[in-house]
Structure formats: structure tokens, C-alpha cells
């Protein structure tokens, strides 16, 4: 049974435009989520991340949005850059692991 | 600052042998994660050791084991490896004393092939 589901393997954007990714989760006990980004054959890079106290969180062009209430949260990439192609990860935190969904590929057309 | 670092990067291994992957954490965490990407199954937790002592520890058969020493490296072992254990294993280290709210950093992963 996923916990955390990132229901879009794939998303296209425009150099310039806004990438949304979205993220689900179904265990009310997670209370900090994180984004990574990742290459392939490579380690997870830390993103941005995000306390359940609050809903925002921003960083540069990332921000992380929380709605505790409907289980989700999303990461915005504004703008979206060629170098954000990537795959990017949620992950839940609890109980000294991190539950991460399936990933979602990024693709930025120049 | 150094990231954390995991030997080998590379192994090739046949059905049956044992392997030992090894992770440095980052300087002062004290925490140390592992992790199984594959393709069919994502990102999956293995193991969390801190001071020693294992935390946590994932839905994996007793073929994986783990240990974490004083200076907080980690080594990780499988037993009679398996087609099904090719994968890349990832090790993570955080401060380990947030909590939930511990962001944990990754390293590079060691890419585990099992002939």
C-alpha cells in the first residue's frame, strides 16, 4: 500500500513557465515532507522541505505548498529552467525513515 | 564541507556471494540511512542507525544486515545475494536528533549488479 503517491510519471514545461508537481499521502502521522531532485545513477539532492505546522515554504524559485487537510503538497518551480530536468521525489518523514513516492520526471523544453 | 561519501560506487557480484558497502556521513551527523532504488519498487527503506544503534528498520528478509560504528560510518551487508538484490543503494546521514523533522542528505549510491 503506497503511502506517498505522486500520481504523474512525467510533466513537460516551457523554459520560463511554472512546474507544479504533485505529491499524496495517505498516513495523517507524517508531519515534515521533502522534495529531491535526481539524476540518474546518482543520489537523491535535498530540495526544499516543509513542517506540517506550516503551508508554505519558499526557497529561491522552489516552493513547497502543504494542505494538511487533503493530504497533499506540491512543488513549484517558477521559473522552470532546462536544468530542472530532472526526476523529483516526495518524501514523507517518520520514525526515523523517509517514505518516498515513485518520482516524477521533469522535462524543461528550451 | 564534505558530502557523504559511499565505497565502492561500482560491484559486480554473483548469485550467492556476500557483499559490504560502506557510507561516511557527513561530519557531526550521527545519523546513518540506507535505501534500495530499483526500478520496479522506487526508493525503499532499509535501515536507520544512530549512535550504534539501529532505529528503524524496513521490510527487507534478514539477508540485509547493517551496523554503524562510533565515528557514525555505516557499513551495510547482504547475504547470498540474489538476482532481485541488483539495485542502487543509497546511504543518507542527518543529525538524527529533529525527530521526524530530520532532513537527511544522500550520497551518491553504490550501483549493485548480481550476476
Known amino acids: 500500500d503506497q503511502q506517498v503517491k505522486q500520481n504523474s510519471p512525467s510533466l513537460s514545461v516551457q523554459e520560463g513557465r511554472i512546474s507544479i508537481l504533485n505529491c499524496d499521502y495517505t498516513?495523517?502521522?507524517?508531519?515534515?515532507f521533502l522534495w529531491y531532485k535526481k539524476y540518474p545513477a546518482e543520489g537523491p539532492t535535498f530540495l526544499i522541505s516543509?513542517?506540517?505546522?506550516?503551508d508554505k515554504n519558499e526557497d529561491g524559485r522552489f516552493t513547497v505548498f502543504l494542505n494538511k487537510s487533503a493530504k497533499h503538497l506540491s512543488l513549484h518551480i517558477v521559473p522552470s529552467q532546462p536544468g530542472d530536468s530532472a526526476v523529483y521525489f516526495c518524501?514523507?518523514?517518520?520514525?526515523?525513515?523517509?517514505?518516498f513516492g515513485k518520482g516524477t520526471k521533469l522535462s524543461v523544453i528550451p | 564541507k564534505a558530502g557523504v561519501t559511499q565505497t565502492p560506487r561500482y560491484l559486480i557480484k554473483t548469485r550467492g556471494q556476500q557483499v559490504t558497502l560502506s557510507c561516511s556521513p557527513i561530519?557531526?551527523?550521527?545519523?546513518v540511512s540506507w535505501y534500495q532504488q530499483t526500478p520496479g519498487q522506487g526508493l525503499q527503506f532499509l535501515f536507520e542507525?544512530?549512535?550504534?544503534?539501529?532505529?528503524n528498520k524496513g521490510n527487507f528478509p534478514g539477508r540485509f544486515s547493517g551496523r554503524q560504528f562510533s565515528n557514525s560510518r555505516s557499513e551495510m551487508n547482504v547475504s547470498t545475494l540474489e538476482l532481485g538484490d541488483s539495485a542502487l543503494y543509497l546511504c543518507?546521514?542527518?543529525?538524527?536528533?529533529?525527530?521526524?523533522?530530520?532532513?537527511?542528505?544522500f550520497g551518491p549510491g553504490t550501483r549493485l549488479t548480481v550476476l
Open positions: 516543509i513542517s506540517s505546522i506550516k
Open positions: 561530519s557531526g551527523h550521527r545519523s
Open positions: 542507525y544512530f549512535s550504534e544503534t539501529q532505529r
Open positions: 498516513n495523517s502521522m507524517f508531519d515534515y
Open positions: 518524501a514523507a518523514a517518520g520514525s526515523y525513515q523517509l517514505t
Open positions: 543518507a546521514s542527518s543529525w538524527g536528533t529533529s525527530g521526524s523533522a530530520d532532513t537527511q542528505y
